[in-house]
């Protein structure tokens, strides 16, 4: 009976997961290989730029600012979690995963995702009350009050992660070790996955409702009470920098948001091949890399600081 259990625990949960990644269409791989070996280390240096200015300019010591570190620390966590990956899947002819690991880049991956849906809505939140609450700012968001909302997107995006990833992997794959993508990741997993799982597409579909579909409403709406308020505005200079500072975090959330939803909305069984490894690459490499770019190239403030940095480090030297 023992060796029965474990003949079954084996069948149903591989010890690793061959990762089919563009099998079929090879002459994509070291196209791919070659655009993730140049934006990785720029995603990763643009994210620990922002960081640095954010900490050391004493200007940018304002909310918005450690929101935005929050986010380039999540956009580094959020592309290593899988770009390494992806570069040993596209780089040697050996395409697998351990069933661990392909576990912990579950997790993580989520975890980051998660958490940057309800960060993005945060720094909407914190636009909202900068522009159309001025004089209430400061009272508002807070230290503690920022301090609070962080630690509260972060735990919001573990719950997500660690119970949806969990669930995932109990389903049983029934001998199946061939995963259609690049990387672990849920919908693929569940539509991989054998016997009855529309339980588990509903739970999905349900949860990022709440993950997705929530933040994006309260984005929109504060960005429709801040054009509103922005309108209103008699000062050009004034209309000149809210627009600036809102384009750029609105263009951010577009990118990130519009191939989580065209993901996660939908139930795994629906989708097609090759969606999700573009929509991989989209939201886990273009997104992290192209984010540091759009804040300081529509960010005076950013600019002059990173102008600074830059300066004192020559100076030094």
């Known amino acids: 009976n023992t060796l029965k259990t474990m003949a079954l625990i084996n069948q149903s949960h591989p010890e690793e997961f061959i990762l089919l990644g563009f099998a079929d269409r090879p002459w994509l791989e070291l196209p791919i290989f070659i655009i993730l070996l140049i934006t990785y280390p720029m995603a990763m240096m643009g994210n620990i730029a922002i960081i640095l200015v954010s900490k050391l300019d004493p200007h940018l010591h304002s909310p918005m600012y450690f929101f935005l570190t929050n986010l380039s620390f999540l956009d580094m966590c959020y592309t290593t979690s899988i770009v390494p990956q992806m570069l040993f899947n596209l780089g040697s002819p050996k395409k697998t995963i351990s069933y661990m690991g392909c576990a912990v880049q579950l997790y993580f991956f989520h975890i980051m995702g998660g958490t940057e849906c309800l ?149 795994p069984s629906s989708i097609t091949r090759d969606q999700p490894k573009f929509m ?20 005076k403030d950013v600019k002059g600081a990173l102008g600074n940095l830059v300066r004192k480090i020559l100076n030094f030297k």
């Not at 579909?205 to 993950?211: E, K, N, W």
């Not at 886990?284 to 190239?297: D, E, H, K, Q, S």
Request: one cysteine or more.
């Open 119 to 267: 960060l993005l809505a945060i720094m909407s939140f914190d636009r909202y009350v900068a522009i159309c609450r001025p004089l209430h700012y400061t009272l508002i968001m807070n230290q503690h009050i920022c301090i609070l909302l962080v630690s509260i997107v972060w735990l919001g995006g573990i719950t997500y992660a660690v119970s949806e990833a969990t669930v995932t992997l109990q389903l049983p794959l029934c001998g199946v070790n061939k995963l259609d993508h690049l990387i672990c990741e849920i919908p693929v997993l569940i539509k991989t996955a054998c016997g009855e799982k529309e339980v588990n597409e509903l739970t999905l579909s349900v949860v990022c409702i709440f993950l997705l579909a929530v933040p994006l409403c309260l984005i929109l709406a504060s960005y429709a009470s801040i054009g509103h308020a922005v309108l209103k505005m008699k000062s050009s200079e004034g209309r000149k920098k809210a627009f600036g500072t809102c384009s750029s975090h609105l263009i951010v959330v577009f990118l990130f948001y519009g191939p989580a939803i065209s993901m996660y909305l939908q139930p």
């Open 280 to 299: 991989a690459l989209f939201y886990g490499v273009v997104t992290p890399t192209a984010n540091p770019f759009i804040y300081t190239l529509r960010n």
